[in-house]
């Protein structure tokens, strides 16, 4: 999984060397974490957190989450993926 500067999300084969899937969310990508159940979360600067999920090879658009800040960091809890900690440039850490 790739986020870029221009706000694009792209899912690389990299066996296949190929694209295969994307998607434009129009706002600078920060960061992003992708859990083992198939959730990626994604910190973009226009103060929102994007959640997708990922099944039978496609993805899914699950919610987006307004925050009072721009996101700065995004990471699953690695003991229990159900958790997910941001970290804004405010200095605000949401769980």
């Known amino acids: 999984m790739i986020g ?13 060397n190929k694209v295969v899937w994307r998607e434009a969310l129009n706002s600078l990508i920060f960061d992003l974490d992708w859990n083992s159940n198939g959730i990626v979360a994604v910190a973009s600067t226009q103060s929102m957190l ?36 941001v970290g804004l440039f405010n200095g605000t850490v949401v769980i």
């Open 4 to 16: 870029t500067s221009s706000g694009s999300l792209k899912l690389v084969d990299l066996k296949k």
């Open 50 to 85: 994007h959640l997708r999920h990922f099944s039978s090879g496609e993805f899914t658009k699950m919610t987006s989450i307004g925050m009072d800040s721009s996101l700065r960091c995004v990471a699953f809890c690695p003991s229990n993926q159900n958790w997910l900690a």
